[in-house]
């Protein structure tokens, strides 16, 4: 009989990541977060501080959060300037690139400023359940692409 930890060991080794489509042709592939990642994200995102009745409290730092968030998306493709022009509130005219390069500092800038956008990576990178069904659908589209190119 196998044990549950030593089967999640074995699944930290697949690679679960899974494309999902935000708007438009704007699409990201995202990494999973199982729970004990996300506590040490939330953990080192937390910082002490004193309240109006000088009470220390902990508030999450979500400029840290973002960076570690941010570090949960593997890559993108069909961000063009018009799709960005949407999301944020840029000046699309000086955009000289047909599409935005997936780097750390325009991921921070995405989650941080478009309305949603970081609520969709969180919903994903913590869903197990919708990881998998990503990876299905792209396996599902691989197989038919295959089989049509037969």
Same mark, same amino acid.
């Given at each position: ?12 080794a ?18 999973f #977060? ?29 400029? #840290? ?10 890559d ?10 949407r999301?944020?509130? #840029? ?5 000289? #690139?047909?599409?935005?390069p ?48 037969d």
């Amino acid at each position: 009989m196998e044990n549950i930890r030593d089967l999640m060991q074995a699944a930290k080794a697949d690679d679960l990541t899974a494309w999902f489509e935000y708007m438009d042709g704007f699409r990201v592939c995202l990494e999973f #977060v199982d729970k004990k990642e996300l506590q040490d994200m939330v953990r080192k995102s937390t910082r002490m501080e004193w309240d109006d009745s000088h009470r220390q409290v902990e508030r999450i730092n979500e400029d #840290v959060f973002i960076k570690k968030l941010s570090a949960k998306i593997r890559d993108w493709e069909g961000l063009t300037p018009e799709v960005l022009g949407r999301l944020l509130p #840029v000046d699309v005219s000086k955009i000289d #690139v047909a599409e935005i390069p997936c780097n750390p500092e325009n991921k921070i800038q995405i989650l941080k400023n478009a309305y949603g956008f970081d609520d969709f990576v969180q919903e994903r990178v913590t869903s197990l359940s919708r990881i998998r069904e990503g990876q299905h659908e792209a396996a599902l589209k691989n197989s038919e692409t295959s089989h049509s190119q037969d």
